[in-house]
């Protein structure tokens, strides 16, 4: 439990980096974001349930 969070960006499918997260209210109570930039400096800030950013478990991908 120490590494930085990698990801795939949304757009490009590179590889992103997490910067820094936060919480955000929505409708349905607080939902944890992150910010991720990638290779490309694309930009996102996306729900955590949006990313690939799961430190034991990756869902399969369905490409
Ligand atoms: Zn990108």
Redesign the pocket.
């Known amino acids: 439990m120490s590494v930085v969070d990698l990801t795939s ?1 949304p ?2 499918g ?1 590889a ?1 980096e997490v910067e820094w997260r936060t919480v955000l209210e929505s409708t349905d109570g607080p939902v944890e974001h992150a910010r991720i930039r ?3 400096r ?1 930009w996102f800030l996306l729900p955590l349930e949006r990313l690939a950013i799961a430190p034991a478990y990756r869902p399969p991908r369905g490409h």
């Open positions: 960006c757009e490009c590179g992103a990638c290779v490309r694309h």
